[in-house]
């Protein structure tokens, strides 16, 4: 914990909490979400537990002012060894740490517990601070969709990012 935050497990009753900062002002411009959605659109899908996923909060002064989680891609055995990155930080918790403090947590998770190969995720393209956040970490470019999103009456370009676990775990020999 560092400047009054503390990163923990996401637990069903942060599910209002962690859905209002999806739809504030300075954090759903970087989202996928719509803003003036009512809180409980988000709630049912944020109280019900993944098995195989992790989310996490940061909360200061008992609000949750970030969240971090992996998801499941899909039910696919194939696909199994993935998970799907989200992060959102209230605006004054912005590039102060918190992000990067969520994220090492997941990659804890994901790396030393999980089996979790594949990490994807999908920044707008003109998100600089979080790109430079991710290439940090291990993320690369794989690829840009042109029009991805409608932002503020514009649409933006996204990147699609990837990190492989840069030591996958191996049998004794």
Excluded at 21 to 50: H, K, M, N, Y
Excluded at 114 to 139: K, M, P, Q, T, W
Aim: with cysteine; hydrophobic share 45%; aromatic share 4%.
């Amino acid at each position: 914990m560092s400047d009054g935050l503390e990163i923990r497990s996401a637990e069903p009753s942060d599910a209002a909490g962690i859905s209002a900062l999806l739809g504030t002002v300075g954090v759903v411009e970087g989202t996928l979400q719509l803003p003036d959605v009512p809180i409980a659109s988000r709630i049912e899908f944020l109280q019900r537990p993944e098995p195989t996923g992790c989310r996490l909060v940061a909360v200061a002064d008992g609000a949750v002012v970030g969240m971090a989680a992996l998801h499941p891609v899909q039910a696919s055995l194939r696909r199994s060894h993935v998970r799907l990155l989200a992060i959102a930080l209230a605006p004054e918790w912005q590039g102060r740490g918190a992000g990067r403090q969520l994220l090492e947590r997941l990659l804890v998770w994901a790396d030393q517990w999980a089996g979790v190969l594949r990490i994807e995720l999908s920044v707008h393209a003109d998100n600089e601070r979080a790109i430079a956040l991710y290439r940090s970490l291990g993320f690369v470019e794989e690829g840009r969709h042109r029009g991805y999103a409608l932002k503020n009456g514009q649409y933006v370009d996204s990147l699609s990012m990837a990190r492989l676990h840069p030591r996958p775990p191996v049998l004794p020999s």
